[in-house]
């Protein structure tokens, strides 16, 4: 078996369309394209009509709009199982997909004889096989992964519907589909191997008998043969820290209002790797003169967690908790402190005497003193004189002129540098001060296990089964809103009042617009996007429903 070539018989580049509507088209080729096309996107360069992938899209369309029983898809692990109606209406497609290898398994089943006959794909010498429609409608959750293929499939599924016609618009964009998915499998972005000339590896009846053919998900339709298991579910790794263990040996003993500044996490906090892995960095080199690890940068999405990072490790270093949260006006009078008149209380005189007092910042008191800053957004700093304080502040033995002298930098100062990604208002962060960091973090969602176990402890909700389908949801709609490029973010913050929500009576999917969807967009066409992800990528189902 080998990858799939550009002169495969399955692109049907020898046949004519016989799928509908596109079978009245003369000719396949089409001047457009894909974004993976070296001619460059759509309406530029050609592509052809593929018959096997229209075919596919109209069944997931079908699937998707419970227009008809013409089969199932169903997920188990990382296999993908499909029941397709045949011409024949005694016959049932069944493909077993694993999109890890491009394996396939598959099989005719004759339901009036209780036959499992080979499925043979057409070839040079087989013209009346099967055009393997069935191959990529099993590859159709992969496929719907890429943003210009989710794009393209909604705006066409949309306009099929409006219209139910072919104009130019609508072959334009089916040949782009097309051409999408061609290019992505010849790169192997799409895993589909295949042996040419003979039959797909035959799925028996032992193999449904036994459920070795089988699924654990049902993501659209019904199945009528292939049956459901339960899924073996991971066991959540449940990641610790004891107390003491990564305390760090500070150069002082903590004052008693120090210890108050120690952060004490809740009981719905959940151990990440992340959070294990800063802490044992830290802890590690504590001692290590100039290897020591006391600058962190937390980068990520807001709802990701880096503040709630930022107080984990303050509760675990046994170090005091403070934080400054910058802003675009920031001057070195919020870095420095400032020199303030005071009146003297003391003086009795009817012309009492004004002192000037020096005020320090949180950022000079954290320096000093040894705590652990939590600097919030430093990329909306505008002013160049604040970043130099900054950087020289991040130094190993770094200093800060203040107006009342030169302060060194406290042995036990830790800063930890949290910021969101590419936000309106944000730069870069400043090459030097990034070059002051010892230890980065890509703050993404955390792991799925972690996420549902914090939802769980954070509301008191315990159907894990539920709570699971809306974690996979939050994660679809969070990679969704990434690869479409839309402006907002479905993070632990909306995870929990979502649960919170449904934990109190309301419904599954509606409560999912005003605490999920529309805290990412109100824009129709986004929305629309974002459905589509939850309906293809999660077992929750939420049928489209469109909200203008």
Not at 415 to 438: F, M, S
């Amino acid at each position: 078996m080998r990858n799939i070539s550009s002169i495969s018989p399955i692109w049907g580049r020898e046949y004519k369309l016989e799928e509908k509507p596109f079978d009245a088209l003369s000719s396949k080729s089409v001047n457009t394209s894909s974004k993976y096309s070296p001619d460059g996107g759509f309406g530029k360069g050609q592509s052809i009509l593929i018959d096997s992938i229209i075919k596919s899209t109209h069944k997931y369309i079908e699937l998707l709009t419970n227009k008809s029983n013409i089969g199932a898809i169903g997920l188990i692990e990382d296999n993908v199982c499909v029941e397709l109606q045949g011409k024949n209406e005694d016959i049932i497609q069944i493909l077993f997909y694993n999109k890890l290898s491009g394996r396939c398994l598959a099989c005719n089943y004759d339901t009036k004889n209780n036959i499992y006959n080979e499925y043979k794909l057409r070839n040079h010498r087989n013209s009346k096989g099967e055009k393997g429609s069935i191959l990529f409608l099993a590859m159709m959750p992969e496929i719907l992964k890429d943003n210009e293929a989710l794009s393209i499939f909604n705006e066409y599924k949309l306009y099929i519907e409006e219209k139910n016609d072919l104009d130019e618009l609508s072959i334009k964009l089916m040949a782009t589909l097309c051409d999408n998915v061609y290019r992505r499998v010849l790169k192997g972005d799409l895993k589909l191997i295949i042996q040419e000339g003979v039959p797909l590896e035959k799925i028996c009846l032992e193999d449904i008998e036994n459920k070795k053919i089988a699924y654990t998900k049902l993501l659209l339709g019904q199945f009528k043969k292939v049956k459901k298991i339960k899924e073996n579910k991971k066991q959540i790794e449940s990641l610790k820290i004891e107390p003491g263990e990564f305390t760090l040996n500070l150069s002082r003993k903590l004052t008693e209002r120090e210890k108050s500044q120690i952060i004490k996490l809740p009981d719905s906090h959940r151990v990440s790797k992340i959070e294990r892995r800063i802490c044992k960095e830290i802890k590690r080199n504590w001692n290590k003169g100039d290897m020591k690890i006391a600058n962190i940068l937390l980068e990520g999405d807001a709802g990701s967690g880096k503040t709630q990072m930022a107080k984990a490790l303050s509760s675990n270093l046994g170090l005091p908790y403070t934080k400054i949260t910058c802003f675009s006006d920031m001057d070195k009078s919020d870095v420095l402190g400032s020199i303030l008149p005071v009146v003297n209380e003391d003086n009795t005189d009817s012309n009492k005497e004004i002192e000037y007092k020096y005020f320090p910042s949180e950022i000079v008191r954290a320096f000093t003193e040894g705590y652990l800053l939590e600097i919030q957004e430093p990329t909306v700093i505008r002013d160049a004189a604040v970043l130099m304080i900054l950087n020289s502040a991040l130094e190993p033995e770094g200093t800060i002129n203040l107006p009342t002298g030169v302060v060194n930098r406290h042995p036990d100062f830790v800063a930890v540098i949290t910021t969101n990604r590419n936000y309106i208002g944000c730069r870069p962060l400043n090459e030097a001060l990034r070059d002051r960091i010892q230890h980065s973090e890509k703050m993404d969602l955390p792991e799925r296990e972690v996420m549902i176990e914090r939802a769980i402890a954070k509301t008191g909700f315990d159907n894990v089964e539920l709570v699971s389908k809306l974690v996979d949801a939050i994660i679809a709609l969070d990679e969704c809103a990434t690869a479409n490029a839309i402006h907002g973010v479905a993070g632990m913050r909306s995870l929990f009042f979502w649960v919170d929500a449904i934990k109190n009576g309301e419904d599954i999917r509606e409560s999912m617009y005003y605490k999920v969807l529309y805290k990412i967009t109100t824009n129709p066409d986004e929305i629309r996007i974002l459905e589509e992800a939850v309906e293809n990528n999660t077992s929750l189902f939420i049928e489209t429903q469109s909200r203008r």
